[in-house]
């Protein structure tokens, strides 16, 4: 069971939803390192608004695309479809649009600081055709953070009872000073009924790879599912008993401590949250970020837009003393290419 945190409490930082967010975060057997938040006003609207760009931009001629994709960031603004690397092979199942939902051009007045991070500190790049998408976006971008920076006040109350030396507000603070904050607007093409099923070694994830983030915390919404085959991208009818069978089995999957994999089914007008790597280290540990994969759904024409916004600290952000955000992504880097 995911737990669900009301926005009307989490404004009120007297609140004590200390329980709660045991339950949802906390280092302990059955903990998803996820919850979802309910009633967050204006979120519905926005969510149906911004979805459908996934498949309007997928639709773009291969024109426009090349012309929003960004080399030097490695793919990191902009549109990236074949790019990245999952179970070995390029991945051409999903095409992803990053942006910075808070500086549309990077925020840093260091001039190193683009050349240096280049993945973090170059402008978003919006594509001429969907004029009203940058405004969407950057919107809903912003209204995740907010109700991110309150999951995180709640969140440290809670590291703040388990290891009182950390510093008051430390995960809230680091998103709030964070510069670097990065959506993915994600749009899972199309797949075959054989392409969806559990491959011979049991492996479930046909549209996204295991992993952990390595985020503080990441704001999710539930998914969209659309009609390809009309060029209006309407939703499917879920009432589809078809569509129903196929999207039974899928959707985001999290391994909990226990090793075990609970299915994940976020409610349309619910936010999700996860937390990443970089509050697991910076709590001490009280928080533990769970390994998930996203399972593909089979249906002709059928495709899924969702979108992720990764609150990520600064780059010079200590996590511990003498231990930076950036030593972290070296080392999980490095731990990469050991495997
Ligand atoms: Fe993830």
Known sequence: MVVVLDYNKLVDPDCDLYQYIDDAFGNKPGALG??????????????????????????????????????????????????????????????????????????????????????????NIWPPSLPQMKHDLMELGQLIIKVGKLVALHCDKYISKKH?????????????????????????????????????????????????????????????????????????????????????DAGLYIKDKDEKFTQVKIPKEYLAFQIGE??????????????HLVRGAAYPNMSRNTLALFMQPNVDQELMPGYTFHDFTKDIMARHYEQ
């Open 164 to 248: 009182p030396d950390l510093p008051p507000n430390f995960l809230q603070s680091m998103i709030e000073q964070s510069m670097i904050p990065k959506s993915r607007l994600l749009h899972y093409f199309p797949i075959s009924k054989e392409d969806a099923e559990p491959t011979p070694d049991g492996s479930m994830d046909s549209w996204c790879g295991l992993h952990i983030d390595h985020s503080v915390l990441t704001g999710l919404t539930s998914a969209m599912y659309n009609d390809e085959s009309d060029p209006s991208f309407p939703q499917v009818d879920t009432s589809n008993k078809d569509i129903q069978d196929a999207l039974k």
């Open 34 to 123: 996820a919850c979802f938040v309910s009633n967050v006003p204006g979120f519905p609207e926005l969510r149906e608004k911004c979805l459908r760009y996934g498949s309007q931009l997928a639709a773009l001629s291969q024109s426009e695309l090349d012309s929003m994709v960004d080399l030097e960031s490695c793919y990191m603004f902009g549109w990236s479809h074949g790019k990245e690397i999952m179970n070995g092979k390029a991945d051409f199942a999903k095409g992803s649009f990053y942006f910075n939902p808070l500086h549309d051009v990077p925020a840093s007045e260091d001039p190193e600081f683009a050349a240096k991070f280049v993945e973090y500190g170059r402008p």
């Open 278 to 291: 970089a509050a697991q280290v910076a709590s001490k540990e009280a928080l533990l970020a769970t390994p």
